[in-house]
């Protein structure tokens, strides 16, 4: 991988930047850099540890009640 494909695929993963910002960064069109980061997300485990499953019933009521 590209030096400046890895610095994009990692500031896409830590949501530093967005998708339009990364694919520019790369010189890829935005389709092929969704595409490039979908597989570098299967290769690479999420870098957060959820404590327990009630902060996922919380994101999902604080969700609700916005609306």
Request: glycine share 2%; net charge negative.
């Amino acid at each position: 991988m590209r030096p400046e494909t890895r610095k994009a695929m990692e500031m896409l993963f830590t949501a530093k930047w967005n998708v339009p910002t990364a694919a520019l960064h790369c010189g890829l069109s935005w389709k092929e850099m969704k595409i490039t980061f979908n597989e570098y997300c299967h290769f690479h485990p999420p870098t957060y540890k959820l404590e327990s499953e009630d902060q996922i019933e919380y994101a999902h009521l604080a969700v609700y009640e916005e609306n």
